[in-house]
C-alpha cells in the first residue's frame, strides 16, 4: 500500500501545527538578535539605524524559512481537507500538488532572494521593485489564487457537486417535514 494512502489529511494537520509551535517556540526561546531595536546614528542624536540585517536574522537561523515552508504546506493541506473524502481523485490530487508546489517554488525564490541581499547588498530591480518584492507582491498572492481560480473553475465538481446538492435538499425536506409534524403533534 502507497505512503500517500496511509497518511489522512488530518494527521499531516497536526503533524505540520506541532513544527509550527516548534519553530515558534525555538524563535521565543531564542536569543535577541545583535541591533535587533536599532543601534544609535552615527551623526543624529535619538535616531537609530537598523543595523545588518543578516546579523539580526543570525540568532534564528533559517528558522522563518522552515516556518513559511510549512505554513504553505498547512494552507494546502487545509485545502484539500475542504473537498468531500469521496470527491478526492487524481486530478485533484495533481492540481493541488502543482499548486502547492508553486506556492513553495516562490517563497524558495522570495527567501533566497532576500537572503542573497543581505550577503551581497546588491539586488536585481524589476518593474521599479527589487526582485525579492516582486515575489513577494506578484508571487506569494499569486501562488494561492491558483487555489481560487481552481474553487470556481471546479466549484461544482468537487465542492459541491449536484449529487451532493440534491442529498442536502431531500434532508432539509425530511428536517421540514419532521418539524410540521411536531409542530401539529404540540
Not at 524559512?65 to 494546502?76: R, S, T
Not at 485533484?92 to 532572494?113: D, E, K, Q, T, Y
Not at 518584492?133 to 494561492?144: E, V
Not at 491558483?146 to 446538492?165: K, S
Request: proline fraction near 4%; charged fraction near 15%; hydrophobic fraction near 55%.
Amino acid at each position: 500500500m502507497k505512503l500517500i494512502y496511509l497518511v489522512k489529511p488530518i494527521h499531516l494537520v497536526f503533524a505540520l501545527l506541532l513544527v509550527i509551535a516548534g519553530i515558534t517556540i525555538f524563535v521565543l526561546t531564542s536569543d535577541a538578535p545583535i541591533g535587533a531595536s536599532g543601534t544609535a546614528h552615527p551623526t543624529i542624536a535619538g535616531l537609530s539605524v537598523g543595523g545588518d540585517g543578516a546579523e539580526k536574522l543570525s540568532a534564528i537561523g533559517k528558522a522563518p524559512y522552515y516556518f513559511q515552508v510549512a505554513v504553505i504546506l498547512l494552507a494546502g493541506t487545509l485545502l484539500y481537507m475542504g473537498v468531500p473524502a469521496h470527491r478526492r481523485d487524481w486530478l485533484l490530487r495533481l492540481c493541488f500538488g502543482v499548486g502547492i508546489a508553486f506556492a513553495l517554488f516562490v517563497w524558495v525564490m522570495l527567501f533566497s532572494g532576500y537572503e542573497a541581499y543581505l550577503t551581497t547588498g546588491q539586488t536585481r530591480v524589476v518593474f521599479g521593485f527589487p526582485v525579492p518584492t516582486n515575489w513577494m507582491f506578484w508571487g506569494i498572492w499569486g501562488s494561492f489564487a491558483i487555489f481560487d481560480v481552481f474553487y470556481a473553475v471546479a466549484f461544482r465538481r468537487y465542492f459541491l457537486h449536484p449529487d451532493d446538492e440534491a442529498a442536502f435538499k431531500e434532508l432539509v425536506r425530511e428536517v421540514e417535514a419532521q418539524n410540521s409534524a411536531d409542530r401539529e403533534a404540540n
